[in-house]
C-alpha cells in the first residue's frame, strides 16, 4: 500500500510540472504573438504616415510652383533621337508629375520662332535649339540661359542642289537658296559664302522649314537647299548633289534652354529635367536596338538608313570647354558676319560652366 501511494503521488508531481511547462511555454508563445500583433499596427501607421507626408511634401511643391503645365518644344529633324524617345516614352510627363504637371508639346522648326515663343512664355525650355538661335536671342537682349547640351552634328548639316555645277560659293552667288533662319543651317550656308569673302547679301536666302525646302528643290523653284537629318539622307539617295556638309564649317552645336527667370524661379524643374535627360540617355543606351526601330517609325525611315545618321551625333548632354570655345566661335563668326550687332560672351550664357 505504501508503495502504491508513492507511485501515485510521484506521478502526480510529474504531471503537475509537465502542466506547468506546458502552460508556460503556450505563454510564451501568446506573449510572442500579442507583441507581433502589437508592432504590425504601428508599422502599417509609420508607412502610412510617411505615405502621407511624402503625397502633402508633393502637393506642396505643385502649390508652390504656380504652374499647371510645362510647353516643350518638339523637333524630330534633323535626327533629334532624345526627343523622339522621350515623347514615345512618357518620360517628361513621369518626370514632372511629381509636381503635378502636365508636359505639352510645341513642334516649332525655326530656331527664332523657338526663342520666341520661350521669350513670350507660351513655351517653358526649348528641348532641342540652335546654338546660333541661342546666341541671336541673347544678343537681341532676350533672357536665355543654356541649361546643357544637346547634341553635336556637323556632317548631319548639309546643302544640296540639282546642279552639279554648284560646287564653290562663288557659283552660288545669285542662287535662290532656302532654309530655316536662325539655326545651324542657316549658319552653315553663311560660313561657307565666307570661305569666298561673299555673305548672305549675295544670296537671294528664303526662310523655310526643311520639309518645305526640299520640296521646293524637287519643284524646282529652289536652286539650293539647305537640308539636314532624314531629309538630307533623303536627297542624297534620291540622287541629289550635295554642294557641302558642316564638316570643318561649323560645330552644330544645338542645346537645351530655358530663361534666366525660370531656372532662377525654378531650380527643381531644372533639376529634374536634367535627371530626365539622364533617363533618356539610359534608356538609348540599354535598349539600342528599340531607339533605332522607334526613330524609323517616327521619321519613316528604315532601321539602317537611322543607323546610318546616328554615327554622326554626339548626344552627350554634359557642357564642354569644347562646347563653350565652339559656340564663341559661332557668336564670333555672326557678329563677324553682320548677324548680331554686338559680341556675346558665351559663357554668360550657361546657368553651368
Known sequence: MKKLLAVMTAIGVGAAVLSGCGQSQSGESQAQETQGESQSPEASETEGQE?????????????????????FTYVTAPLNVPSIIEKNQGIF???????????????????????????SGD????YAVGGSSVIL????GADIKIVDMYSRSPKAFSMYAKDESLTTPESLAGKTIAGPVGTNLHELLAAYLATADMTI????????????AMAGLEGGSLDVALLAGATAYQAEQAGYHMVTDGEGLIDATIAVAVTGEFAQEYPQLVETLKEAQQSIADFMEANEEE????????????VEAVKDMYADYDFGT??????????????????D???????????TLFLEK
Open 51 to 71: 505615405a502621407e507626408e511624402s503625397t502633402a511634401e508633393e502637393s506642396a511643391q505643385a502649390a508652390e510652383l504656380d504652374l499647371d503645365k510645362l510647353v
Open 337 to 347: 558676319a553682320q548677324m548680331i550687332e554686338s559680341p556675346v560672351d558665351v559663357s
Open 318 to 335: 554634359q557642357v564642354t570647354d569644347s562646347d563653350i570655345a565652339g559656340l564663341q566661335k559661332t557668336a564670333d563668326f555672326m557678329l
Open 137 to 140: 536671342s541673347a544678343a537681341n
Open 201 to 212: 547679301e549675295d544670296v537671294n536666302y528664303v526662310n523655310m522649314s526643311i520639309p518645305d
Open 123 to 126: 513655351v517653358q525650355v526649348l
Open 291 to 302: 531607339t533605332m526601330e522607334i526613330v524609323a517609325g517616327e521619321l519613316d525611315l528604315d
Open 93 to 119: 510627363s513621369d518626370a514632372f508629375a511629381q509636381y503635378g504637371l502636365e508636359v505639352e508639346y510645341a513642334e516649332i522648326t525655326s530656331g527664332a520662332d523657338q526663342t520666341q515663343a520661350l521669350a
